[in-house]
C-alpha cells in the first residue's frame, strides 16, 4: 500500500510538472519553443509507460501516466495548432 502511494504521489508531481508549460501556451498562444520532435517522442515515451503500467498492473504508473499523456497530448496538438 505505502509503495502504491508512493506511485501516485510521484506520478502526480511529474504530472503537475506539465501543467505550467501547458497553461502557459494555452494562455499566451505561443509554442515557439516547444520542439515537435521532442514532443513526439515524450508522447511516445508516455504511451509506452501506459503500456507497461498495463502489462505489470500497476494503477500507480496506469492513471498518472494516461494524465500526462493526455496533458503532451494537448501541448502537442498547441504547438501544431499555434504554428
Same mark, same amino acid.
Not at 9 to 17: D, E, H, P, R, Y
Not at 25 to 52: A, E, H, R
Given at each position: 500500500?505505502? #509503495? /502504491?502511494?508512493?506511485? +501516485? @504521489?510521484?506520478? &502526480?508531481?511529474?504530472? #503537475? ?6 497553461? =502557459?501556451?494555452?494562455? %499566451? =498562444?505561443? %509554442? =515557439? /519553443?516547444?520542439? @515537435? ?6 508522447? %511516445? &515515451?508516455? !504511451?509506452?509507460?501506459?503500456? +507497461? &503500467?498495463? &502489462? ?12 500526462? !499523456? ?6 502537442? @496538438?498547441?504547438? @501544431? $495548432? !499555434? $504554428?
Amino acid at each position: 500500500m505505502l #509503495i /502504491d502511494l508512493l506511485g +501516485y @504521489v510521484s506520478g &502526480g508531481l511529474i504530472t #503537475i510538472a506539465l501543467l505550467p508549460q501547458v497553461l =502557459k501556451s494555452w494562455k %499566451t =498562444k505561443s %509554442t =515557439k /519553443d516547444i520542439s @515537435v520532435p521532442w514532443m513526439i517522442l515524450y508522447c %511516445t &515515451g508516455l !504511451f509506452l509507460c501506459i503500456l +507497461y &503500467g498495463v &502489462g505489470i498492473a500497476s494503477m500507480p504508473i496506469i492513471l498518472t501516466t494516461i494524465v500526462e !499523456f493526455l496533458m503532451a497530448l494537448s501541448l502537442l @496538438v498547441l504547438k @501544431v $495548432r !499555434f $504554428r
